[in-house]
């Protein structure tokens, strides 16, 4: 449906019963591509009443951009439906004093954004340039803008329902939350485009802005298991010591990662040949001791005629310009640096060659860091895009979603069999389908333990089910307390990094001795028993968009409990975690919402809602399981995801009241992109005393593991479809 508005004109595209797109010209001129955000289209009938819109699910007036559901809910109620001044645009609505506010992806702070602003502009936040108000030395946990900017958001009203608002523009952008009875956001340039979601379920909105942005991949298995990272000036014999070390001391380890000192002077796609003489062969001896091996990427290309890689993208022409047409010169490691043109799809190919080069060596993966993009001293709004027709403004925002989506095209190229991993710091819309998020350059602070908590869960929110936090933190030194308490977090967390800077003590598994070795080991392998289910978890995300960290508010948003819920999440559908993210801690409070839930430590079953004191020794964190979930587990942890146990033990968590309850387990080869796999639906009942698990399977991956049921609460009769 097309209409006059002023001197423009309103589109309103149906793509879903419950999802319309608004679309405002400028200058009679719609931009049917503003970012790189939105991967698929769709369409579904509605009618037409004079000024009014209607689905199945929602109606909107063309006239005032009012839209409320079919029930008369609102869903967007005006203040000022659109206003323009220059070349920026700003929306205002109403919000009451009592509704919450979500989303944004990767914002510090509180989880309910309510009574705060916020800056959507990719910053490097250690960047004395950059503007940001992170100093490293504080104690703020609220600043802002960070590295990934992400224009989607709830609306969470008193009533419990909630819709939500995606704005498909790239340009510099403010959100402000902080009246009490309105809302408004703000673009610096470009074209009005939103993608309004009606819900009313929190996981039906996700589903559908994931089904718009795309989902999370089914990730390489190795990819879940714990890796091992540290800024170091290694050798490749101190590599190869420190996978041995971890073997030697019964620590399960997947990865190991390198920083920028491995390569030759900071130039990319090279190694320093003093340091890694050879590294292929290193790569390979890492390998058959089942560690995977990362290098980073940084998107800044040292300038410097006679470089190969400088010298390439001067001859392709696929480096950044200036307005007058000469290469963009910011500022990263090795110095004055070059910015390949990741806008043009010319820049895209050539960045995917290099990286599809680099990985032949034998690395499993690719780190993408410093892609806000940094620039150092230089300011970046004088780099252009796409041979410098295009401003920096556009795609600063995107850049980071670019240099992925150029770095998987490659790695897709290299080897087309298998799951690609990429990891980047920064990000907007649609990242998740290239890459993982971690959150970048935190310090060793009790503070930002607890900080990276909220932020991973709205980063899940926002559509990134693949995120984590550096566990210890990355700058200042780390103690034996806080060292533990981050691994017992960080080990129940999508991504399970262990990183720190330069300089700082050494961060590792067994850097203070024996003692918190044992604690630091525990942890480790509670995850790598886990890997059945979080595996699975990870394939439901990228089926549904459901996050495999999230707030309690994502299964319980009718529970005005969890609205502000900030120091607790979901792992998974079933498992509740609830962090000690402060010294010398003995027990905490945990709220538990409505249902049966089990200590995972004692085995004591719970009814919630409820608030419960959780004792919380050095070796322990609280966790809860779900009454009725099956958590399936490996019976050990192995060394590596390379060695799998031919066993899964089927925790079942029998519930207090009669029901049916389901639970899922996908098996495969963790590695390749279309291989054969076994899909397991659990069907947990009760009726009165009797307790019946059945497990109804399909798929053709063989040797697929045996069941073994551990159940709790209760004696529990085991159907199995491949019991012969």
């Not at 602003?117 to 960047?127: A, K």
């Not at 710091?425 to 970048?440: E, P």
């Not at 899909?679 to 399909?698: C, H, I, K, N």
């Amino acid at each position: 449906m097309e209409v006059p508005w002023g001197r423009e004109r309103l589109r309103v595209d149906v793509l879903r019963e419950d999802v319309i797109r608004l679309k405002i010209s400028r200058g009679g001129v719609f931009d049917e591509q503003p970012t790189f955000a939105v991967c698929t289209e769709g369409t579904a009938d509605f009618e037409v009443d004079g000024t009014t819109l209607r689905t199945a699910a929602l109606e909107i007036d063309v006239t005032t951009l009012g839209v409320r559901r079919r029930d008369g809910s609102p869903v967007i109620e005006p203040i000022e439906p659109y206003a323009t001044l220059n070349d920026a645009f700003w929306v205002k609505r109403k919000c009451r004093p009592e509704d919450a506010i979500y989303g944004l992806g990767e914002k510090s702070g509180r989880h309910n954004r309510r009574g705060r602003d916020f800056t959507l502009w990719n910053t490097d936040i250690l960047n004395p340039h950059a503007n940001a108000e992170f100093d490293g030395d504080g104690t703020e946990t609220d600043f802002d803008p960070y590295y990934v900017s992400i224009p989607f958001f709830y609306h969470h009203t008193a009533d419990g329902q909630v819709s939500a608002s995606f704005v498909d523009n790239g340009y510099r952008a403010a959100f402000d939350f902080t009246r009490p009875d309105s809302l408004s956001f703000r673009f610096e340039g470009g074209q009005y485009t939103e993608y309004v979601f009606a819900g009313p379920q929190l996981p039906q909105i996700l589903e559908a802005y994931t089904w718009l942005t795309g989902r999370t991949a089914p990730p390489p298995l190795w990819a879940l298991g714990y890796h091992q990272c540290r800024w170091k000036a290694y050798t490749q014999d101190e590599v190869e010591a420190v996978g041995r070390r971890h073997r030697e001391l019964d620590v399960p380890c997947d990865a190991l990662w390198l920083d920028i000192e491995y390569m030759d002077g900071f130039r990319v796609f090279t190694w320093n040949p003093e340091l890694f003489p050879d590294a292929p062969g290193m790569l390979a001896r890492l390998r058959e001791d089942g560690f995977r091996v990362i290098t980073i990427i940084d998107p800044g290309v040292k300038y410097e005629p006679g470089y190969a890689i400088f010298d390439q993208g001067v001859e392709r022409d696929v480096l950044c310009k200036t307005e007058g047409g000469d290469i963009y010169i910011g500022e990263v490691w090795p110095g004055d640096t070059a910015f390949p043109d990741f806008v043009s799809e010319e820049g895209r190919r050539w960045w995917g060659e290099l990286n599809a080069a680099h990985v032949q060596s034998g690395l499993a993966g690719i780190w993408n860091d410093m892609n806000e993009p940094a620039t150092g001293a230089h300011p970046p709004q004088r780099m252009r895009f796409d041979h410098g027709r295009e401003s920096h403004e556009r795609y600063h925002n995107q850049y980071a979603l670019l240099m992925a989506m150029g770095t998987v095209e490659g790695l897709r190229a290299a080897m087309p069999e298998l799951r690609t991993f990429v990891l980047s710091r920064a990000g907007s819309a649609g990242i998740q389908r290239y890459a993982a998020n971690w959150m970048g350059d935190n310090g060793s602070r009790w503070d930002h333990l607890w900080m990276s908590i909220p932020m991973a869960n709205g980063f899940g929110l926002s559509g990134q089910a693949f995120v984590g936090a550096d566990i210890g933190g990355f700058q200042g030194h780390t103690n034996a307390e806080l060292f533990v308490r981050w691994m017992q977090y960080g080990t129940l967390t999508p991504f399970c990094r262990n990183h720190s800077e330069i300089g700082n003590v050494d961060q590792y598994a067994w850097g203070w001795g024996e003692a918190v070795l044992d604690l630091v080991r525990d942890a480790i392998a509670l995850r790598y028993r886990l890997l059945p289910y979080i595996y699975s978890a990870f394939i439901i995300a990228s089926e549904t968009g459901a996050p495999v960290q999230r707030p309690l508010v994502f299964d319980h948003q009718y529970d005005a409990a969890v609205r502000d819920l900030d120091d607790q999440y979901l792992f998974g559908g079933d498992l509740l975690v609830a962090p000690v993210y402060e010294s010398r801690v003995t027990a905490r409070q945990v709220y538990l919402p409505a249902g049966d839930w089990y200590d995972a430590h004692t085995g004591e079953c719970f009814t919630g809602p409820s608030f419960v004191i959780a004792e919380t020794p050095m070796d322990r964190i609280p966790l809860y399981a779900r009454g009725g979930a099956v958590i399936p587990m490996w019976p050990e942890a192995p060394p590596s995801t390379n060695v799998r146990p031919d066993v899964i033990e089927l925790h079942v968590f029998v519930p207090s009241a009669d029901g049916t309850w389901t639970s899922f387990l996908q098996e495969d080869d963790g590695l390749t992109v279309d291989g054969p796999v076994r899909r397991t639906r659990f069907v947990l009942t009760r009726e009165g005393p009797d307790v019946r698990l059945r497990a109804e399977s399909e798929g053709d991956y063989a040797p697929h593991a045996r069941f073994e049921v551990v159940a709790y609460g209760g004696a529990v009769q085991f159907d199995d479809d491949d019991a012969a």
